[in-house]
């Protein structure tokens, strides 16, 4: 099987970042944003799909939601690099994902249709020192430049930030399973005969 992995740099007069995605990995992370809480969801998600994933970003701008929107899409931009044309996959996958009182749930068509429906159920303006619709905004410019069909829904909670991280990770655990090797797929898993 070809390797899936890819290398991914972007560079904008806002923000300078470099991804590297191993689909195939062991949830080794390495991730520097400058922000903490931002940090550790993108280690939870590499841990939980099992993907190493390696994210340097800097702002040039010193504004936080380019920093934020420009990860997203690079690391969408690297998995969907990754899995290449798709061939052999399992393509499709669910998670639900308790974390205490939050209960979150994630749906996965790793079909090439860019479609996201995100609730994450925030009531904060901010979580561990990152806004609300920055917040919203990474799973969004996550899912729209992963190129799938993309579900999340946070079913019930009271603490933000375990409604969050039950997000990532109910979405962490459906790409892995969605994107995992099907021995019994022997093509692109569609009717179509492309995704």
Known sequence: MVARTSKLKRETKE?????????DGSGKTSTNTGIDFFDHLITS????????????????DGITHHLIEDTGIAIGNAI????????GIVRFNYSSVPM??????????LVRRPY???????????IEGMSKEDIEHFF?????????????????????????????????????MAASVD?????????????
């Open 140 to 176: 969004a410019s996550l899912v729209q430049n992963l190129n799938s069909c993309i579900h999340i829904n946070v079913r019930y909670g009271e603490n933000d930030h375990h409604k969050i991280e039950a997000a990532i990770k109910s979405l962490a655990v459906a790409l892995r």
């Open 116 to 126: 996201g429906k995100i609730n994450l159920s925030i009531k904060r303006a901010q």
């Open 45 to 60: 998600f590499g841990k939980h799909a099992m993907l190493d994933i390696v994210v340097k970003a800097k702002s040039n």
């Open 183 to 195: 021995k019994k797929q022997k093509g692109i898993p569609s009717t179509k005969g492309s995704m």
């Open 80 to 87: 969907d690099k990754a899995l290449g044309n798709r061939t």
């Open 15 to 23: 923000t300078s970042i470099t991804v590297q995605v191993n689909l």
């Open 100 to 109: 205490d009182e939050s209960l979150a749930e994630s749906s996965v068509d």
